[in-house]
């Protein structure tokens, strides 16, 4: 069963940046074959996917109100994936988490309920 650890959440103003970390370990996979995905959730709403990468060929997709500000990429040799977010604004204040899912499917997973294997979340918070 892989776990997965994230990092780098905190308190930025708005138009800052922090790159958040996710680091997978207890599995015999590697790291590879795994898509990610970010994902945030607003108090009382459900998680909605902010970006995600696919196995193998990395394609990757953002929503369209991070387009532009936030990057997804994967270290596959530290078995970590990384969310670059800049110009942060007080409408991404959330609580991010990483998913991984293994599949032999190629597109890329958007849906929460497509990941079986999620981190224990960070804080984002973004002042004006």
């Known amino acids: 069963q892989v776990q997965l650890v994230e990092s780098g959440g905190g308190l930025v103003q708005a138009g800052g940046s922090l790159r958040l970390s996710c680091t997978a370990s207890?599995?015999?996979?590697?790291?590879?074959?795994?898509?990610v995905g970010w994902f945030r959730q607003f108090p009382g709403k459900e998680r909605d996917v902010v970006a995600a990468?696919?196995?193998?060929?990395?394609?990757?997709y953002y929503a369209d109100s991070v387009k532009g500000r936030f990057t997804i990429s994967r270290d596959n040799a530290k078995n970590t994936t990384y969310l670059q977010m800049n110009s942060l604004r007080p409408e991404d204040t959330a609580v991010y988490y990483c998913?991984?899912?293994?599949?032999?499917?190629?597109?890329?997973?958007?849906?929460?309920?497509?990941?079986?294997?999620w981190g224990q979340g960070t804080q984002v918070t973004v002042s004006s």
């Open positions: 998913a991984v899912a293994a599949t032999l499917r190629r597109e890329v997973l958007t849906r929460s309920s497509e990941y079986p294997a």
């Open positions: 207890g599995s015999g996979r590697t790291f590879r074959v795994y898509h």
């Open positions: 990468i696919s196995w193998a060929v990395d394609y990757t």
